[in-house]
């Protein structure tokens, strides 16, 4: 059996679906606003998800291209490699006795650095001494009686048989004395041996055998290595299609410089000479090692330390440089944004030639004296209206450094050069 509706029920029914009806029209009447608003440039969301445009002109920092001359270098990783790096080893057997060198310390060609036990050595000497000695009597008697044996055959008192004898017998003490002189000469080798000198200059490593042990001439790690520290040389690898354009300077005997960066590749560490290359190719990898040497005066190179290498090969004369900071990097390409007279910016594409660490050679699509923005581009499009600081002119590459008489540094964000163009549907 039906039982009627309440009022009460479908009068509050009525009225959520009311509330609901009027909210859903504030909402597509919110929505109405901010797309107006966005036609009109002051907000929209660019082609990124983001925010991409304040509203009234961006404030950007700007650098004119100039014309000038820069590096064309070749970049790779290398080691640092000593020229000279030697393990010092015990040349007899016997206990080590004195140390002359303190671990890390530089030193000298033919310094002294350990002492063999000398004694059992010096007591071989002796006997070799002694043993040269007897023979040299027996000789000098044997070539005394040679003499009177040759008088006497001349008179025929001996026979032919005994003089032949003794000049045979002159002959063997004559070998046995060179002998001894062979174990006196041995003997006092040996003496040197014992005291220990560097065999070159450099920096001595940690030592590997402690004074009292018995050192032997079959032992690995011998006593000290020692690694030259000056001058020293980098080894580093090239592709082999880069290998012509070098040996094409060097055979033209160019001397070309070498520049080494930390592992950071952004503080130089030491210039040097490239001085060698290698006289194949490694099948295995396609390159070709070079050796660049530098004379490390200040010690800042390490044995087996890695440093990013740069080879200036040559130099592009008369080219066009802007900033590094002003090259964006998107799908049509390298571009940048040009400042126009009007306080707009204009987005250009460039083609873009060597670079170093702070400007970088626009081939074609600038020309020098043009404004490009270095700072503030990460929300700039084709057309924008922008603001330029006039700190911007110590971002060019030849500009000296002037006092910030714009917006203040903590309230622009800096651009990051790796950026997409903004789609052209998006303001």
Excluded: W
């Excluded at 300077?249 to 070309?256: F, P, Q, S, T, W």
């Excluded at 090969?313 to 900033?323: R, S």
């Amino acid at each position: 059996m039906n039982t009627p509706a309440n009022p009460r029920r479908k009068s509050k029914k009525v009225l959520v679906l009311s509330g609901l009806a009027l909210l859903a029209v504030v909402l597509v009447g919110l929505a109405l606003f901010q797309s107006k608003r966005g036609s009109g440039g002051s907000a929209a969301f660019g082609g990124r998800g983001r925010f991409s445009q304040m509203s009234g002109p961006q404030p950007v920092q700007a650098a004119a291209a100039v014309p000038g001359d820069i590096p064309i270098t070749l970049t790779a990783l290398g080691t640092v490699t000593p020229l000279a790096s030697v393990t010092v080893r015990s040349q007899i057997n016997g206990q080590l006795m004195q140390l002359g060198f303190m671990e890390g310390q530089q030193v000298q060609k033919g310094a002294f650095l350990a002492e063999i036990d000398p004694r059992p050595y010096q007591v071989a000497l002796e006997q070799a001494e002694g043993a040269l000695a007897k023979d040299q009597g027996l000789l000098g008697q044997a070539q005394s009686d040679l003499k009177r044996f040759q008088s006497l055959a001349a008179g025929v008192a001996i026979s032919e048989q005994q003089l032949d004898d003794q000049q045979y017998l002159v002959q063997q003490y004559q070998g046995s004395v060179k002998s001894d002189q062979a174990q006196v000469d041995n003997a006092k080798l040996n003496l040197t041996y014992c005291h220990v000198t560097a065999p070159v200059a450099g920096r001595v490593g940690l030592r590997q055998v402690n004074v009292g042990n018995y050192v032997q001439t079959s032992d690995a790690n011998g006593i000290v290595a020692i690694t030259e520290s000056s001058p020293i040389s980098v080894i580093f690898s090239l592709p082999e299609d880069q290998v012509p354009q070098v040996l094409k300077r060097v055979n033209a005997g160019a001397k070309l410089p070498v520049i080494l960066y930390d592992r950071n590749n952004s503080v130089e560490v030491s210039t040097g000479t490239l001085t060698a290359v290698d006289n194949m190719v490694n099948t295995n990898t396609g390159t070709v090692q070079l050796r660049a040497v530098f004379q490390n005066l200040d010690n800042k190179l390490f044995p087996n330390e890695f440093v990013n290498v740069r080879l200036v090969v040559d130099t592009l004369q008369g080219a066009t440089l802007v900033p590094v900071s002003a090259v964006q990097h998107g799908a049509p390409g390298d571009f940048v944004y040009a400042v126009k007279s009007d306080g707009t910016v204009a987005l250009r594409s460039v083609t873009t030639g060597p670079s170093d660490t702070s400007k970088v050679a626009i081939l074609s699509g600038l020309k020098p004296g043009e404004q490009v923005v270095t700072d503030g581009a990460e929300q700039l499009k084709d057309g924008a209206e922008v603001t330029v600081s006039q700190a911007s002119a110590a971002t060019s590459p030849t500009a000296a450094p002037a006092a910030s008489t714009g917006a203040k540094q903590g309230d622009r964000k800096k651009g990051s050069g790796h950026r997409h163009p903004p789609s052209s549907g998006g303001p």
